[in-house]
Nanobody, 119 residues
């Protein structure tokens, strides 16, 4: 079982920045692929960014150049640095951990953190 706890959400003005954090339990965090997803009211959950165990990153087109995903394996934590925020970035942001099959497999989710971009 992997437990994920997000933090760092809040209210920010358009053009502002926020940094989300996701702390994971377990001693083999370094082997997990990690990701951030978001879900706005009335919409489906969508991929924001992912980072592999080796550090390869992938971004949705709508956040490229504005958001940066990173990880600190020593702290079992993944981050999402968000800049140039827009009202349409308003959503609940969820952390995801994908555990490789050779160590049990599975997808795990945090409880989510609200990000609201508004003036």
């Amino acid at each position: 079982q992997v437990q994920l706890v997000e933090s760092g959400g809040g209210l920010v003005q358009p053009g502002g920045s926020l940094r989300l954090s996701c702390a994971a339990s377990g001693s083999i965090f370094r082997l997990y692929a990690m990701g951030w997803y978001r879900q706005a009211p009335g919409k489906e959950r969508e991929l924001v960014a992912t980072i592999s165990s080796g550090g390869t990153t992938n971004y949705a087109d709508f956040v490229k150049g504005r958001f940066t995903i990173s990880r600190d394996n020593a702290k079992n934590t993944v981050f999402l640095q968000m800049a140039s925020l827009k009202p349409e970035d308003t959503a609940v942001y969820y952390c995801n951990a994908n555990r490789p099959k050779f160590i049990g497999g599975g997808d795990y989710w945090g409880q989510g953190t609200q990000v609201t971009v508004s003036s």
